[in-house]
């Protein structure tokens, strides 16, 4: 909200409406726009992207709202210490430790079965001073809810170039990027 007003929102091409903001968490405000079009949204969500602005595309219609909503659920791990959600998503009340993250072109939002189990070891296993190494780190989630968590730095490696950028700009937006590194090598 911050860095775009709602005046710069609606002058978007192919804006036909702009739903109020709506805080999802204390600082995060998201705004939904509607488009006269499909390709009109991607335009826009590519837009906002190149801008560094978390954007996405949402359900196309009321009938498959609860589908995507579902799908952009947070996922809370470890009794709540330990939540990870997509920078748009809602947030339970009474979280420890908040990690955003927006997968772009790379994998891993937290959602997936084997990252919501290696998240609850995390969470449990985790006590402060550790350092984690995160192979095949796709979006960064792990070696950035390792550092959440308390561990100490992470390391995240990935030979997926798309992954890679879409970890930094995690490890940015959770301002953990000198603690967390990702790279190819």
Excluded: K
């Excluded at 999802?24 to 602005?53: I, K, N, Q, S, Y």
């Excluded at 772009?104 to 006590?127: K, M, N, Q, V």
């Amino acid at each position: 909200a911050d860095a775009i007003s709602r005046h710069e929102l609606s002058g978007w091409p192919g804006v036909t409406a702009v739903d109020g903001w709506s805080e999802t968490r204390p600082g995060r405000f998201v705004a939904c726009l509607w488009f006269g079009d499909d390709g009109e949204a991607r335009d826009a969500v590519a837009a906002m992207r190149a801008l560094g602005h978390p954007a996405v595309l949402g359900p196309p219609d009321e009938a498959h709202e609860l589908g995507w909503r579902n799908r952009n659920r947070p996922t809370v791990v470890g009794g709540g210490r330990l939540c990870v959600c997509f920078p748009w998503a809602e947030t339970p009340i009474g979280v420890d430790t908040l990690v955003e993250i927006d997968p772009g072109a790379g994998f891993g939002t937290g959602d997936h079965p084997s990252t919501r189990l290696l998240l609850s070891a995390l969470a449990d296993r985790i006590r402060g001073g550790e350092t984690v190494a995160d192979v095949g780190c796709g979006s960064g989630v792990l070696a950035l809810a390792a550092r959440g968590l308390g561990a100490d730095g992470a390391v995240g490696v990935d030979i997926n170039t798309a992954g890679l950028e879409a970890a930094r700009a995690n490890g940015a937006r959770n301002q953990m990027s000198a603690a967390v590194r990702f790279s190819a090598t």
